[in-house]
């Protein structure tokens, strides 16, 4: 987006402080950085702070903030600190380092979703999840977030709104809910409008940045905005897909991040839930990074939803891999980038739709043929011969759709 520069005077340089609490805070500072880049921002070092206690004013204590003070004197930078923060905490830091803006990862986070949110939607559910995080901690506050000038923490939709009170806010709220609650609604009615088309669909869900809209790209030709980015897709994708003369519609859909905010999973919960309604999930993994943490935190996304969607792991970026070891077992290596192993992934997914159909006989009598016609898109008629009383159909279909038949089911005759 290169015109962002237009009105943001300067890039804003910040300073990562990683408390070190558990392994792999290596890992979540890296992260931090990426998180600041895609924020537009710039990283300006790192400091590891050791935990040994909890502060429970300033979280970090006096001499670790004393040193870090020291490291940044006189330097124009904000500190993120890469955890979550009370905003009393967040007050008491910036004033142990001489007044300079602090904010936390969830701050962070959330401006990088009000600055890539493209539709009204995702705006709408931006401005609900920033409103959420912000309301419960407005106890009289409002200086705490006003006071922040300018840049992270402060954009999107929910800037306006900083100074009002909670009252507003909780209007606002419930207004907002209401609107996405109708939008969830029209979404509901294409989704049975597709049905009732009953193509086949496919999601493509992971971890953020490792590739699902350059899959997508490259098996439709959709053309959306893929780069190197965190959380480049806010904004659900659905495309044609065809395999071997059969249409998929394939979606592309918002990523995930390890410990994401839960006002974000809230708010986003009606989008990940339709991602989710469909016959296949294709998880799709960076093999050149932390691909474990990646699905494991795409599998537990899965279970906070309650999704038992039917899935394929697709390891992407494995151009330059040299050992296939240490991967989950079935994963299928592709790279979306340069256009290999799309044929395997492709097969594969013709596989596991031949796979989810079932063949069923009905009987159908005669005077049900009109409620049985409202079925028939949902089955391939395989033979159809008439009796005295009705016809006998032999259909196949989607495992998932077989309850819909089941009136019909012929009664196979017991023994004797
Ligand atoms: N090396 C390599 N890079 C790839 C491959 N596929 C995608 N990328 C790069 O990975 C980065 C992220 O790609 P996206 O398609 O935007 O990833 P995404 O999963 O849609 O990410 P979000 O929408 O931000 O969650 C881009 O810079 C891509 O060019 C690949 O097969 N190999
Ligand atoms: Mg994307």
Known sequence: MPNETQYETEQEKIHIVQPVLQQGYRELAAEAE???????AACAGTTYAEVREINPATY????????????LHGLPVTVLFNGELTPSQTLNMSAALGGRKVIDRTTLILDIFARNAKSSEGKLQVELAQLKYIYPRLKGKGEALSRLGGGIGTRGPGETKLETDRRRIRARIGALEAKLQELKQR??????????Q???????????NTGKSTLLNFLTDAGVYAENRLFATLDTTTRKLSIDGSDYLLTDTVGFLRDLPHSLISAFHSTLESALQCDLALIVCDAQSDHEM???TTLATLAELKSNVPYLIVMNKSESLTSFDGYPH???FVSAKYGRGIDALKNEIARFFRGARAELTL?????????YAQLKKYADELSFSYLDDGVRIRIRTLRHYLYKFMPFAEHTPQNG
């Open 330 to 332: 079935g994963s299928i």
């Open 198 to 208: 009953a193509m086949c669909t496919i999601s493509l869900i992971g971890y953020t």
């Open 60 to 71: 970090l204590g006096k001499g670790k903030l004393e040193t870090i003070e020291e490291r």
């Open 294 to 296: 990646q699905l494991r």
């Open 187 to 196: 979404r509901e009615l294409v989704r049975t409008r597709r049905e009732k």
């Open 363 to 371: 009987h159908v009598p005669y005077a049900a043929l009109g409620a």
């Open 34 to 40: 990426a998180l600041i880049e895609s924020a537009g």
